[in-house]
Structure formats: C-alpha cells, structure tokens
C-alpha cells in the first residue's frame, strides 16, 4: 500500500486555534492566546504590563488576521502622529492593546500586543503634565 492510497480527513477543532491545513496558518498564533492570558494575569496580580513584538515572530499575515479576529474591537481607539501614525486598539479583551506603528510612509515598522492598564505611549510624561499645569495655572491667573 502506498501513502497515497492512504485516507486523511480534516476534523475542525472546538477550542477555537487555527488548524495546520488552513491557507496560510503557521499554527504559532493560538500559543500566543494562552501566553496573554497568563500576561493578563500578572497584570491583575501584580500590576506589571507587558508587551508581545509580533514583528520579532514568525507569524503570518493570516496569522495575524486571525490573532486580530479572535481577540475582537474594543471601545477604545487611540491614533498618534510623531514620525509616522500609530494606533493603539483595545481589544474586546480588556487590558490586551493591538499597538501598530507606521513609519512616514505608512508602511508598519513595527507591530506589538501590550498588557497594561493604559498603554505607556499614552501616558503622559511628568514634565509634559508639569507644563500643563503651568497653562492652567496662567489661565486661572487670568480670570
């Protein structure tokens, strides 16, 4: 009997992770759900943020529609412009960022899942606060 007289059927998983057959599917983005999981975690127990470079894995474009798709819009929609846009989309999972930054050009540079509360490039700095406080302060000064 040769392999090819050998019979495969495909049976879709329930939990929900890609299946190795599917078009483009490299099977390396359903790990990253239960390592974000246990990110979301330590964020609860510990407050400490982190962040996942998808652009250092090797993922797919279809993994990456399919990690996006799974982890679903959130309410929150953050766009930066400072040398390119970046966009920072909450996730229906909330405290899980999908955080993209394009270069001038509009290509992506760079693309990462963080962890956090608020995401630290939205944070604003100490010494930009400190100058606010001085516009309020001239501002009341002025009534």
Same mark, same amino acid.
């Given at each position: 009997?040769?392999?090819?007289?050998? +019979?495969?059927?495909? %049976?879709?998983?329930?939990?929900?992770?890609?299946? +190795?057959?599917? +078009?483009? !599917? *490299?099977?390396?983005?359903?790990?990253?759900?239960?390592? @974000?999981?246990?990110?979301?975690?330590?964020?609860?127990?510990?407050?400490?943020? &982190?962040?996942?470079?998808? *652009?250092?894995?090797? @993922?797919?474009? =279809?993994?990456?529609?399919?990690?996006?798709?799974?982890?679903?819009?959130?309410?929150?929609? %953050?766009?930066?412009?400072?040398?390119?846009? *970046?966009? /920072?989309?909450?996730?229906?999972?909330?405290?899980?960022?999908?955080?993209?930054?394009?270069?001038?050009?509009?290509?992506?540079?760079?693309?990462?899942?963080? %962890? =956090?509360?608020?995401?630290? !490039?939205?944070?604003?700095? +100490?010494?930009?606060?400190?100058?606010?406080?001085?516009? @309020?302060?001239?501002?009341? &000064?002025? /009534?």
């Amino acid at each position: 009997m040769t392999l090819d007289a050998i +019979p495969i059927h495909v %049976v879709p998983r329930h939990d929900g992770a890609a299946l +190795p057959g599917e +078009p483009g !599917l *490299s099977g390396n983005a359903p790990p990253l759900l239960r390592e @974000l999981a246990e990110q979301v975690r330590r964020l609860l127990e510990t407050g400490e943020p &982190s962040a996942i470079d998808l *652009s250092a894995l090797p @993922l797919t474009p =279809a993994d990456l529609d399919w990690l996006r798709e799974k982890l679903g819009g959130g309410e929150i929609a %953050v766009t930066l412009q400072a040398g390119g846009e *970046s966009t /920072l989309d909450e996730t229906a999972c909330a405290g899980v960022w999908w955080v993209t930054h394009r270069n001038e050009q509009g290509a992506v540079a760079s693309q990462f899942i963080e %962890v =956090a509360f608020v995401p630290e !490039l939205v944070k604003a700095h +100490p010494a930009d606060v400190a100058i606010g406080r001085e516009r @309020l302060e001239f501002m009341v &000064s002025d /009534l």
